[in-house]
């Protein structure tokens, strides 16, 4: 069956592929968990694994034997269906498993699979495995934002790799782009993967609107701080000023005023900021702050998705005004997996598009990510919207 | 002018219709706050008169008296604009000013206003009056509401008033309302008064869809309880599964087991659970919770709104499944008013209808109350859909 | 029985003098509660009168009918032996029982009391009313110091009585007393009123000392704050300097300054500082502070003792170095009352002496105080003593 | 000089005993800080290191070559007269830099510091490189208790080394040693190594007392909790209360009851509890508890020190009922190093003896070790006394 080429081949890149977003790590930085929200390298590693292990290897493949039974406990995330599992916040106080037995549970884990799939491959195993795939992609993304983070918050700032580039510049000339009011099509369509919270493609009403073919840019936002933008309460949600008062801010996440001038840090390093290059590592606060200074606001999401064949997208996940609710008829999964993306709709705000850590193949115009309306480290970015 | 006498009458029915709410409390319960989302009574009372000073006495009434300097900032509530003010955490630390001081406030505000308005009003002035005055409305239910949470959580239980009664059966079928597919227009027209994120009426496209014409009983929710609804974790968002185990959440707010019997504190004291009523103290984390164990979903806002002349409304403020959003073109107002509504856009559900705590002339079938997910000291209910 | 009449007399007398220091306030005053180590006035009035209630009237007067069953939920204050009560912290969200009901709950007590007391009083009963008589004297201290938080964290800082003198003036000149090395004798002897605490008069040995026969003054402790005292972390314990960090100390407790000039809160109201009256509202990390400053440092509870015939007391409580630490051979009372001291015996500093808030006959040389290190709402003060 | 060669093989010996301990580990396991108190290995290392490069190196050795500036920053604990530091929470958030960096600081400075101990060594060198050799065997004793509790709550449980024994069992009949009534000297005296807390010997008055020849075993503790002692408030200090039902504690650190039976965590790894072993990883409020239960009390710090001869000690810290206060005449020394203990006499308990994990030449009659009451990471425990 041609099916099974293509999705062991696509397994087999994919486990490789997450190796080498950890190779340049010491030991060490595979360990911490400096803020909750992050989670240690090696847990990525292990959590990655152990979906595979537990949602495929233990019925589909007979006589497969559990690495290690206490490793379910350890590298659980949240599937309440499948049982107990460390606190998030404890994650970064385990120094076991250590990081070499996890890579030999990955090996053993990735060789089982492997073995799994040089087999006939049926519907709903292929199914299975693609979303075992896909969830992998999605922490490779998160690999990427907490190394920078773990990094990041190192007084030493240490690089990660000098490879990295995270700044596309984006030197052309801002437009806007006007679709007429009218009935249009929301949702993923087609045979190709998606996950729950994209299907149900539907109808829904648009008024006339504009939207920018450009990102929001490092000397654009500058602008912002330099007139006063994260002192001005009025600019702010009642939400966000707390917040800007409460954690001090006063510039994106990462950067950092040295004698005067703005440097960012970066994976390769602390940089001075590249005025040219998309803001990064904002809120939403801080996105509709900005929207609102310059008397302008963000598309929502539907209006970003019939707009998105007119624009390049995909270096910073765009923060949407529409908050992350189900599409009509949207219905949850079984079993564990039913967890997957229904119980995070309420309190997060929808992001659109893709970023320089968002993996091949991972993401698409219907793609929804999503997540709480205070969080920067990813790498999120602004584009603007009018009436 | 005749608009001058609709207005002055309008003011001066609303501002008594304050005072008797507070009429049967002691001195005592206008002081306290028991968490931080009540307000002591006297706060009410004395930020009501507060805004009618702050806003229209001191640039409208030539020589107006300010009662007392200290009062604005004893008094302002959320107004950056107009300088600084008491932590709302800290309202219930306050003895003074007393409640005789706030009451004397309110006679030589409510005075002035009077005045003010036996001569010519402009259509500025009378605008400005009118938001002062269903603001004061505002306030009434949240004084009805806060009042039962300080009575209702304290270890006496006292009563508030046998004359109010909380509880409208529902004594009639239960029937699907069905609404076609289609484009349909939103938000408030005509020239009666509205707020802000009501205007900007506007198309939006709704699939088919069921909606109820009932509110969900007691006796309903109670089965919920006695499934085990609390117990089970894919009923709940992720969150409101973290609620419910932090504040071991087994019931809605007031309700109380004693001896194997529910019981509920209502204002007329404790009492036993009437099954025919509308059940009410929920919080939208349990209105979605129950619409999942049934096997359907709550409303939008806007399958609400298109719905509503065909059922009986405003028993329960009603949550819906829609995020607190501004709709397309909404613009804040400038100034301190400009504060009223725009800032609380992000993390609140809208609420629909009205409820037994609701004044005369407050709600309109396009009024969109909001609050955050989890509170349940409103009177809050609930109404099905399905697709 | 001579004794009846004078403990009738006492008990008499004391409940009279807890309802003259309520006198001043307005209703409002009773309930609130701005911090959880300050109870609302309402409670103290209570509570002191439970106390009669539960340990004496419910055994020891026949028939008698208790005022209301609910109130030992509200008014127990710790005692975990006769059982559950309202949290501490929830004191201050009590509108009910209202002002004018603990004043009849009063007099239900006192009258009963006074009716027990009119007949023979064994030696048993008696010692238990001159319990109950001290603790209340506790609490009338307590209602001064309450009061005045309450009113000195109100932004109106309203007078309690122009007739509360807080400063008696220390004009005479410093000397050190000087006491020899050698054994001495600590703790109460004779047979008057005393607390378990004071019990078990022992020897210790105290090595050559000198103490102050006076206070330290505002005038003093200005230029401690002028000399940056507050600013400089070896003057202080590493907890004390986590307190002043956080807590952002600069003065002691209701020190105002207004225009480059301090000015302190007192029971008459706003004032001018006072230089030559004793500081007082300091913690004893404070107190150290100062001592360190000046180079010397405090007096043990010991050193105390044995020196005070020679100097005047009585203004201040005054902080010793002494953890407050039972005496040899101290062993607690059985039953309910054996909570009275013993439990509070860790973590705590032992205060000597008294203040202007401590009523007639309370205090006595061996009395022991005692509060946590970074508590400053009692009239506490400093005596220096070296070595 | 034959003092240099003495010193000089002191600190080699002393450097290389605190890398064997961290031997057995992984590099992961250097890493973590479970919670605050526990500092990472890695910190260990490092902070022992910087501690002579800041004090002596940087003094002394002419032509001393910083390793690197950053490490002022990471390594220093809490001496804020030398500057800036790592936030104590945040040690484990560093995976820089690595523990090889680290042990290369480590082979750096301890070349250098036999480098600067191999010419003519003056008093004041000699003093201080004492202190720093003591300081570091502190921290090796603590480097044992944080990798206890690193590996303890890890839920893998692994063992650290076969070969560390905690166990010593205390098989011999338990004995009541009396001491008469009288004056007694207490404090260092002679010319050996000893911290300034212990100076200033001075006489203490001791009451007639009786102290026991044996620590409190496993077997007696279990049958403290057997009774219901963790259930039974009047045993416990008002604060150890609202401890033990906070953290919900019923057994002594480390111990897990498993199908019925206790286990303990030790360094070995999980093993049954040996009931003639001394009990150990108990805090104050539970040394204090269980003596309340036995009717008897803990000694004094005094009462131990002139008993010491007696019996024999060194297994477990033992906890005393002395608070951690100066001694008289106590001052404290110049510059940073006079925060090395002065600033903690306020909230914590002294401890005496020494335990398995002291290292050798450590501990001596006089020392005064100190933590706060509720901690029991220490391998503490407990011996009885009475009046």
Not at 6 to 29: H, V
Not at 50 to 58: G, N, V, Y
Not at 327 to 356: C, H, I, W
Request: net charge negative.
């Amino acid at each position: 069956m041609i099916i099974t080429d293509t999705i062991s081949t696509f397994f087999t890149e994919t486990r490789q592929r997450t190796e080498d977003i950890c190779a340049p790590l010491e030991i060490e930085d595979y360990v911490v968990q400096p803020v909750v929200d992050v989670s240690p390298p090696k847990w990525h590693l292990g959590h990655t694994t152990w979906f595979f292990e537990e949602f495929i290897l233990k019925t589909y493949l007979p006589g497969y034997q559990i690495f290690d039974e206490d490793f379910a406990f350890v590298f659980n995330s949240y599937y309440e269906t499948v049982g107990k599992r460390v606190v998030r916040a404890n994650r970064g106080n385990l120094s076991r498993p250590s990081v070499n037995k996890v890579y030999e549970y990955r090996k053993h884990v990735t060789g089982a699979m492997e073995q799994l799939l040089s087999g006939e491959v049926s519907k709903e195993l292929h199914d299975l495995v693609e979303i075992g795939i896909h969830h992998e992609k999605q922490h490779q993304e998160l690999l990427l934002t907490d190394i920078k983070y773990i990094l990041g918050n190192n007084p030493l700032l240490p690089v990660y790799s000098e490879n990295f580039e995270e700044n596309p510049s984006q030197d052309y000339t801002q437009d806007w782009i006007r679709i007429p009011a009218g009935i249009y099509e929301i949702g993923h369509e087609g045979s190709e993967f998606c996950y729950d919270n994209e299907l149900g493609r539907h109808k829904v009403y648009l008024q006339d609107y504009e939207i920018s073919n450009k990102l929001v840019t490092n000397g654009e936002y500058l602008e912002f701080i330099n007139s006063g933008g994260y002192q001005t309460f009025h600019l702010w949600h009642a939400e966000a000023w707390d917040w800007v008062n409460q954690e001090q801010r006063k510039a994106p996440l990462y950067w950092h005023e040295i004698d005067g001038e703005w440097y960012r840090y970066s994976l390769r390093g602390l940089k001075k900021i590249d005025l040219k290059a998309p803001v990064t590592h904002i809120s939403y606060y801080e996105a509709f702050a900005y929207a609102q200074w310059k008397g302008y606001r963000l598309p929502t999401e539907f209006e970003w998705e019939i707009a998105q064949p007119f624009f390049k997208w995909g270096d910073r996940w765009e923060w949407t005004e529409s908050a992350y609710l189900p599409y009509p008829n949207y219905t949850k999964a079984d079993g564990a997996l039913g967890e997957y993306n229904g119980k995070f709709m309420v309190n997060q705000k929808v992001l659109r598009g893709g970023s320089v850590a968002t993996p091949n193949k991972h993401t698409r115009h219907t793609y929804r990510n999503f997540f709480h309306p205070n969080l920067q480290w990813q790498f999120t970015g602004l584009r603007l919207a009018r009436s």
